[in-house]
């Protein structure tokens, strides 16, 4: 994986700091946190033994709010939703009733975090999901209940799950979750799996996960989101989503009232992806839309993801907001191959919501991360007939010769031999 160079003030700290005075690198230490809080969090951390020490009241500190053993309430919201494409925004229900609120779980987590950069991270690692334990059921819930987002499926167990060959963990040690692929299917839908992590999150949270494959086809509505109690009142952060044939991944939060897009200046936003389908990100003023973000990366979903080795996407949720990167699997910045993150290096985000306009700690809490593959339902079944968007220019209807989604995906179990997950790793860091 390539590595990226460091900012120039970061490589003449560095290039300073075995030569120079400690005052010299507080003072550079105070004019960085002068010029950015981001930056200078990160100053700290990787400077703490050299640092004059301060008197903790005079120091601002982020704060990561810990996991509780409450259980989340609700299951509410979804469907409702309408899609348009060609060059307006593509919109669609939230997820909703995704429910979860198991507590917190161990699962396989770690506490180190790996050597092997020069600069040390303000993240800690506090669980890792990955290898022969990534299915083990302290880590997740298996959601076996309805579909809350109307789709053709039928969600299975765990057991079920193994029975039915739809999970594995393959000779790489990557964890597959696959779909049912008989012929036709009955009125129960094609099968399927849908995880939540028994692990709750909030503020104070840095996810990453590395995928090799993701779903897609016609019919597929593939994700990796993470959803809050009482939906949209705890929020939804799509991190991962989109429908069909798509090539260009759509990032889109779903909130209670009151949460915006400050503009839809994609510049003035501080982000490469574009804005779609409005800045109002009320999940019931926006007919449970949201607000949402399209890829600039063409490379970033379905089967061009997976014919570039998938890829990685990092979410960041501190006191600043909601910020999320992704990179194809040969530009993965060696800090994150590393395990020590420093996401003040990464450049420019693809999609962000600042706290100016949402307040992170307000309409996001207590999340719980899912990856599902569900069929049709509200969005891929109400785009079938679209086309004009990034890997869709003709639509599921043409391609296919079937005139509704769940005729495809009933008749057609052949087709889905690429919808599958191919996950080497999801890792969880707290801030330190």
């Avoid at 915006?260 to 007919?287: F, Q, Y």
Wanted: glycine fraction near 12%.
């Amino acid at each position: 994986m390539r590595a990226r160079s460091l900012p120039l003030s970061l490589a003449l700290l560095l290039s300073v700091s075995d030569c120079t005075s400690a005052s010299f690198v507080s003072r550079m230490h105070d004019k960085a946190t002068r010029h950015t809080k981001a930056f200078a969090r990160d100053i700290r951390a990787a400077f703490a033994p050299i640092l004059p020490r301060q008197d903790d009241s005079a120091q601002q500190r982020l704060t990561y709010c810990k996991l509780t053993d409450n259980g989340l309430t609700g299951n509410s919201g979804g469907g409702g939703g309408n899609t348009s494409s060609g060059e307006g925004a593509t919109t669609y229900s939230g997820h909703g009733g995704s429910g979860g609120g198991w507590g917190t779980a161990t699962g396989s987590a770690s506490s180190a975090a790996p050597t092997g950069s020069s600069v040390n991270s303000p993240w800690k690692l506090v669980q890792e999901l990955s290898g022969s334990g990534f299915f083990d059921e302290s880590n997740w819930e298996y959601w076996s209940s309805k579909d809350p987002t109307n789709g053709f499926v039928d969600y299975l167990t765990a057991s079920d799950g193994w029975a039915n060959n739809l999970l594995e963990i393959n000779d790489d040690g990557h964890a597959i979750m696959r779909v049912e692929t008989t012929g036709t299917v009955g009125d129960e839908g094609r099968k399927s799996i849908r995880i939540h992590s028994k692990s709750t999150y909030n503020i104070g949270t840095l996810s990453i996960m590395d995928a090799k494959h993701m779903p897609t086809g016609c019919g597929s509505w593939p994700a990796w989101w993470s959803n809050g109690p009482n939906w949209p009142i705890g929020g939804e952060i799509d991190i991962l989503e989109g429908v069909n044939d798509y090539t260009n991944n759509q990032y889109t939060i779903h909130t209670d009232s009151g949460c915006r897009l400050t503009t839809d200046d994609a510049s003035k936003l501080d982000i490469t992806g574009t804005v779609v389908g409005g800045t109002n990100c009320a999940a019931h003023e926006t007919g449970n839309q949201g607000c949402g973000v399209r890829s600039p990366s063409n490379v970033s979903f379905g089967a061009a993801f997976n014919g570039n080795n998938g890829g990685v996407y990092a979410l960041s949720w501190t006191d600043e907001g909601l910020a999320i990167w992704f990179w194809p699997t040969d530009e993965v910045p060696s800090d994150v191959t590393a395990g020590t993150p420093v996401p003040s290096t990464w450049g420019t985000a693809a999609a962000r919501w600042a706290a100016s306009g949402c307040d992170p700690s307000k309409y996001f809490y207590d999340n719980t991360f899912i990856f599902d593959t569900t069929f049709c339902g509200d969005w891929a079944g109400s785009a079938w007939s679209n086309s004009g968007l990034p890997g869709q220019e003709e639509s599921c209807a043409a391609r296919t010769g079937y005139s509704t989604c769940e005729d495809y995906v009933r008749n057609k179990g052949g087709s889905f031999t690429e919808a599958y997950w191919e996950i080497r790793s999801v890792k969880f860091y707290s801030l330190k």
